[in-house]
């Protein structure tokens, strides 16, 4: 679920890294997005929308549209899709429009 060759684009990789999500270790490359990561790891669906509660997944990738936030390590409204990957770090699906710090 990884692009590893583009005729355009070059991956630099950082090293493998482990990682939680919802309780489960993943792993994915240091630096890359979390989404990213996630999406590699077959997870698709990122958050949900608030009054419907429809699936949202991996959309702008570049942090405009709130489509993929989490809480990441503790804080809410993470974007997802520009957080860089660090290993140990702790993403949960997001509840709501999560906590105010």
Do not use: W
């Amino acid at each position: 679920m990884r692009i590893d060759k583009h005729p355009v684009l070059e991956f630099k990789r950082g090293n493998k890294v482990n990682f939680t999500f919802d309780g489960k270790e993943l792993e994915g490359y240091e630096g890359e997005s979390i989404a990213a990561a996630l999406h590699a790891a077959g997870v698709k669906v990122l958050t949900h929308s608030h009054e419907l509660k429809r699936p949202r997944g991996f959309y702008c990738a570049i942090g405009n549209c709130g489509q993929c936030i989490m809480e990441v390590n503790g804080v809410s409204n993470v974007r997802t899709c520009t957080e860089p990957l660090k290993a140990g770090m702790v993403v949960k699906t997001q509840k709501g429009k999560g906590g105010i710090i």
